[in-house]
Structures are given as C-alpha cells and as structure tokens.
C-alpha cells in the first residue's frame, strides 16, 4: 500500500510564500494524477491543482497565477508551491494520487493534510 505524507503547511502572512511537499512511500509515476485539494473549516473539499503523468497541469480560478504545481518523480515527491498567499488560501491541505484500473474504477490515495494558515 503506498502512502502520501504531506509536509511544508504552517503560518505565514497575507503575501508570504510557502511551499507543500506530497512524499509517496513508493512510485506513483504509474499513477493517472496527482491532486492537491483544501478544505477550509465548514467548507467542502476543493481540487486545487492537478499534475497528471504527463506532467499536464491545471489549477483552480482562484490560485491561478499564485500556486504552481511540479512533481519529481525521481523523488516520488509532488510540490505545491504558494506564492502571494491571502488569508483565504487558508486551509487543510491534502495530497491526493489516482488511477483507474482496467474495469474503469478508480483507485485513490490520500495524505493525512498539513494546516496552512495566512494571516492578514
């Protein structure tokens, strides 16, 4: 079973940086995406940026511009990098990685989260 461990959250100031590590147990190059969402408390899960085997990535409206995602595949590590964050961007991050298996069901991995928080 692989697991994600994400690293990297904690407290920074509206226009601070930081950057999120995804750190797979194992290869998930093989793997359809990488996904990192947030959840803000009382808000549902929302999918922030996407890198997929390819190396195609999209983001949401609201960090495009800000956050780039990457990936090293050499380090089975996936990246979230956070630029000009804004007291909104807080949130419990997630990692998330994906594949459909040969009957179409699709297969996912989740991190535990790590706590960014922006303060005005």
């Known amino acids: 079973q692989v697991q994600l461990v994400e690293s990297g959250g904690g407290e920074v100031q509206a226009g601070g940086s930081l950057r999120l590590s995804c750190a797979a147990s194992?290869?998930?190059?093989?793997?359809?995406?990488v996904d990192w969402y947030r959840q803000a408390p009382g808000n549902q899960r929302e999918l922030v940026a996407t890198?997929?085997?390819?190396?195609?990535?999209t983001y949401a409206d609201s960090v495009k511009g800000r956050f780039t995602i990457s990936r090293d595949n050499a380090k089975n590590t996936v990246y979230l990098q956070m630029n000009s964050l804004k007291p909104e961007d807080t949130a419990v991050y997630y990692c998330?990685?994906?594949?459909?298996?040969?009957?179409?069901?699709?297969?996912?991995?989740w991190g535990q989260g790590t706590q960014v928080t922006v303060s005005s």
């Open positions: 998330n990685a994906y594949q459909f298996n040969g009957l179409g069901f699709r297969y996912d991995l």
């Open positions: 194992r290869s998930i190059f093989s793997y359809n995406a």
């Open positions: 890198v997929t085997s390819g190396g195609s990535t």
